[in-house]
């Protein structure tokens, strides 16, 4: 079921993905490569600091998997357009899915808890990010978009609950339902960071 999840996770990256740079005038190639950027690159980048072997190499699924989605994103721009809204939440859902299996894996390295909180950060938003500069677009850290603190908490919930309840998955699956739930909400209000939190313009 996990598997599947993360198979499904990167799909929805990847087309959420080709879909974000959509107006950058990139041509197919660019499109489906930025995709599975969007899609590997946060865990790629995971992988590399830990020194842990890269999961995708381990895995190519993971590519096939992005590579089609992506393409089918590229081609089939209008359809995925009308159902973006589904998309945005299969994203949150993905997003912190994502971030929860980083943080385990860091932690089941025996490494710090701190650590394992700001990797799982970074496989959820490094692909997204690497994306945006590649593209020249507005970096998601950039803007007031309620993204990464959902996935922050989130994986501080899960530190938190992990030695709490006699097994992980326990923990994982309230974690997930916390910060799945953050990211869907700001996303069916349109919720912003509040001004005051934000840095101020001119």
């Known amino acids: 079921m996990l598997y599947f ?12 993905g080709v879909l974000a740079i959509q107006k950058a005038g990139v041509d197919v190639f660019g499109a489906v490569v930025l995709g599975i950027i969007t899609a590997i690159g946060g865990g790629t980048v995971r992988d590399l600091i830990l020194d842990q072997p890269i999961f995708w190499i381990a895995d190519f699924n993971y590519i096939w998997v992005g590579l089609i989605a992506a393409t089918l994103a590229f081609f089939l721009t209008k359809k995925f357009q009308q159902r973006y809204r589904l998309l945005l939440y299969l ?36 692909g997204g990010i690497v994306r945006d500069v590649l593209a020249s677009r507005t970096s998601l850290l950039m803007s007031r978009e309620i993204y990464a603190t959902p996935i922050l908490l989130g994986c501080i919930v899960y530190v938190l609950l992990r030695d709490v309840f006699p097994t992980i998955q326990v923990a994982g699956w309230i974690a997930l339902l916390f910060t799945s739930g953050l990211r ?12 005051i939190l934000s840095t101020r313009q001119g």
């Open 5 to 16: 999840q993360q198979m499904l996770g990167t799909a929805v990256f990847a087309i959420t």
């Open 91 to 126: 994203d949150g859902f993905a997003a912190a899915l994502f971030g929860l299996v980083a943080t385990e894996k860091v932690l089941g390295l025996h490494l710090a808890a701190p650590f394992a909180v700001m990797m799982g950060v970074l496989t959820s938003i490094g």
């Open 184 to 195: 869907f909400l700001a996303i069916y209000k349109d919720l912003q960071m509040p001004t």
